[in-house]
């Protein structure tokens, strides 16, 4: 099915009429890379999707109304460039995935004019623009991305900030950017959830403020989420009956400024009660620099978390997971890019029932590991190329 929607989706696309109506354009990221090294403390090595961007394919279009006012849609999908295969939608954004997954990065349509962008569906909230505050850009391989992905914080480059059943606001005044989020998730009807539904289960809403004048570039941001109670999972040594019932609250500033011969990047960020945990607290800083060299950079950058230690959890004192990458990035053409790099992550003390039970990462299965056992450094090393059309 989904096969047959994107067969018909670029056969309408490449009509004539169509695009002489309404400024329809297709676009993409195909971005493929060779790692080796070990994933939490797993040999690994082969050809991997995503380095520097996901890899993706997307229609968008405009038409103008007249009075300056002009209807947009986007359709985006992501796909693995390494096996040809779609992106499925991630269970980590609190999504429903059932049913096709035609466009799981954005399905949106909305007006724009002089206010700005009004659109819904499935959109970015605002913590996903974070990449000015980061001298990794928000690529997979940056540390920032890693850690709030591993911490399951929504203020990411990832899929927790893609959110389903939305409406959102952009808009660019001069130096000053505003953008708000308000997403009924997938709870909003009684088919989903019996006679006594919360309609208000698993909302979601954002807002972010940003100056950008010159070599300075400054904001903020605030997002939740709304849990609904639902079991973690069966009780048992490492992974305890809980309730996840809580609103995740996070807020996080950041910064950049270009100095010329080197551009200077950071941010801190603070989530509460993630995933719906009660008490399960983390807080994320991270630093790095660019470093202009011919016709490519230098990405230097350094990130760590603090999670809060969350007795009930099994998690019974403060872990502090460590991040670092150097790259370099070289511009072979104003589309494409080659790059190299290394990464490392340290997990401190985390063992993997912590990993598990908190569902960190995403992950739910041990890959063979003790629940004890203590999980071992990410060292990656990689070499790769991102081509966008």
Same mark, same amino acid.
């Given at each position: ?7 018909l989706?670029? #056969? ?14 297709v ?9 080796a090294?070990?994933?939490?403390g ?19 279009? %405009? ?22 295969k ?7 954004? !609190?999504?429903?995935?059932k ?9 949106y349509v ?5 206010? =700005?962008?009004?659109?819904l ?6 913590g996903?623009?974070?990449s ?6 928000? &690529?997979?391989?940056s ?8 911490t ?5 480059? !990832?899929? &927790?900030?893609r959110?389903n ?12 950017? *505003? ?6 998730g ?9 006679? =006594?539904?919360?309609?208000?289960? $698993?909302?979601k ?5 940003k100056?950008?004048n010159?070599?300075?570039?400054? =904001? ?7 849990f609904?109670? %639902? !079991? ?8 305890p ?12 500033i950041? #910064? ?5 011969m080197a ?18 607290? *983390? ?22 978390? $603090? ?12 872990v502090?997971?460590? #991040? ?6 070289h ?8 790059y190299?790099g ?6 401190d ?5 912590n990993?598990t039970g ?6 739910s ?12 450094d990410?060292d ?8 966008r059309?």
């Amino acid at each position: 099915m989904q096969k047959k929607l994107i067969a018909l989706a670029v #056969a309408g696309l490449v009509s004539a009429p169509v695009f002489a109506q309404s400024n329809i354009q297709v676009y993409g990221v195909a971005d493929a890379y060779f790692k080796a090294g070990d994933f939490m403390g797993d040999s690994t090595m082969g050809v991997d999707s995503g380095g520097l961007a996901g890899s993706r394919l997307g229609f968008r279009g %405009e038409e103008d109304l007249g009075s300056g006012l002009k209807a947009v849609f986007v359709l985006e999908q992501g796909f693995n460039i390494d096996t040809g295969k779609s992106t499925a939608m991630s269970s980590g954004d !609190n999504s429903d995935t059932k049913g096709d997954q035609t466009f799981t990065r954005q399905a949106y349509v909305g007006l724009k004019g002089n206010f =700005g962008q009004v659109a819904l569906g499935r959109q970015y909230a605002p913590g996903y623009f974070t990449s000015e505050y980061d001298a990794v850009r928000n &690529a997979y391989i940056s540390p920032m991305s890693l850690l709030s992905d591993f911490t399951r914080l929504t203020i990411t480059p !990832n899929s &927790a900030a893609r959110w389903n059943n939305s409406v959102t606001y952009n808009g660019t005044f001069q130096s000053v950017s *505003v953008a708000g989020i308000y997403s009924a998730g997938n709870q909003e009807t009684d088919s989903k959830l019996g006679t =006594g539904a919360d309609y208000s289960d $698993d909302d979601k809403y954002g807002i972010s403020l940003k100056y950008d004048n010159g070599p300075l570039k400054i =904001g903020g941001i605030y997002q939740a989420v709304k849990f609904k109670s %639902e !079991n973690a999972g069966a009780p048992g040594a490492f992974r305890p009956r809980t309730t996840n019932n809580e609103t995740q609250k996070e807020w996080l500033i950041g #910064a950049s400024y270009n100095f010329g011969m080197a551009t200077l990047a950071g941010s801190y960020q603070q989530a509460r009660d993630v995933a719906g945990i009660n008490n399960l607290d *983390v807080d994320l800083w991270q630093l790095g620099v660019i470093v202009p060299v011919g016709a490519g950079n230098i990405h230097v950058a350094y990130a760590q978390a $603090d999670v809060d230690k969350v007795p009930s959890q099994g998690l019974n004192k403060d872990v502090k997971p460590k #991040a670092f990458t150097v790259a370099y990035t070289h511009a072979l053409s104003k589309r494409t890019t080659g790059y190299l790099g290394y990464t490392k992550v340290d997990y401190d003390d985390l063992t993997w029932g912590n990993v598990t039970g908190l569902r960190l990462g995403g992950i739910s299965d041990s890959n063979g590991h003790a629940g004890t056992d203590r999980v071992d450094d990410t060292d990656l090393f990689y070499v790769g190329i991102n081509h966008r059309f």
